[in-house]
Nanobody, 121 residues
Framework: QVQLVESGGGLVQPGGSLRLSCAAS????????MGWYRQAPGKERELVAV???????DYADSAKGRFTISRDNTKNKVYLQMNSLRPEDTAVYYC???????????????WGQGTLVTVSS
């Protein structure tokens, strides 16, 4: 079993910053890419940012220049630094791990339970 646990969400004023963290645990041999998604009320889940095992990154247009994804492979953690937050960034943010190879030779792609980010004055 592989579990992802997010933390770091909360209420922040427009223009503020938050740092989200996601820790992967369980029967992990290796993790390919890790990413952050978000889902606002009444909208579909969308990709925010993704980072590969070698550090290549990709961002949604809405995140470019404001958000930074990073990863600590030794701890199986991924982070999302969010700056210059806007009310439209309000959403539940989910962590996802892609092509996780478990110690019993299975591939899984787990999701975290989500952490709420609210941007409001």
């Amino acid at each position: 079993q592989v579990q992802l646990v997010e933390s770091g969400g909360g209420l922040v004023q427009p223009g503020g910053s938050l740092r989200l963290s996601c820790a992967a645990s369980g029967t992990i041999f290796s993790i390919n890419a890790m990413g952050w998604y978000r889902q606002a009320p009444g909208k579909e889940r969308e990709l925010v940012a993704v980072i590969t095992s070698v550090g290549s990154t990709d961002y949604a247009d809405s995140a470019k220049g404001r958000f930074t994804i990073s990863r600590d492979n030794t701890k199986n953690k991924v982070y999302l630094q969010m700056n210059s937050l806007r009310p439209e960034d309000t959403a539940v943010y989910y962590c996802n791990a892609k092509r996780v190879l478990t110690t019993n030779s299975r591939f899984v792609e787990p999701w975290g339970q989500g952490t709420l980010v609210t941007v409001s004055s």
